[in-house]
Nanobody
Framework: VQLVESGGGLVQTGGSLRLSCQVS????????MIWYRQVPGKEREGVAV????????FYEDFAKGRFTISTDKTENTAYLEMNNLKPEDTAIYSC???????????????????WGKGTVVIVSS
């Protein structure tokens, strides 16, 4: 199993980025995809989760209306589209996968199965 993020970088306030998470070794039919972020020295926080098997998505409050999580089965890739970025969005963003019927907590990462290494997003003011 592999999850490899890309698409991070430096962007100005109000700008946009699209993060990608190329996966292998499992399918989106069986695993929910989650994006997290973490500022060094602070706790990791969930950003959004996407469940292909039931078509649901959920977002943390700070992401609602600005971020969009999606998956592309043909590309085996999950995405996080981020718009109207703010300096407080600066963090390391990671994707993760959780078995869809497991008792995982997408906000905390409890019982999440697979993790990527992350991509850095810096939003300048």
């Amino acid at each position: 199993v592999q999850l490899v993020e890309s698409g991070g970088g430096l962007v100005q306030t109000g700008g946009s980025l699209r993060l990608s998470c190329q996966v292998s070794g499992f399918t989106f039919d069986d695993y929910d995809m989650i994006w997290y972020r973490q500022v060094p020295g602070k706790e990791r926080e969930g950003v959004a989760v996407c469940s292909d098997w039931d078509g649901t998505t959920f977002y943390e409050d700070f992401a609602k209306g600005r971020f969009t999580i999606s998956t592309d089965k043909t590309e085996n890739t999950a995405y996080l589209e981020m718009n109207n970025l703010k300096p407080e969005d600066t963090a390391i963003y990671s994707c993760a996968a959780a078995w869809r019927t497991s008792d995982y907590d997408w906000r905390t990462g409890y019982a999440v199965d697979f993790w990527g290494k992350g991509t850095v997003v810096i939003v300048s003011s």
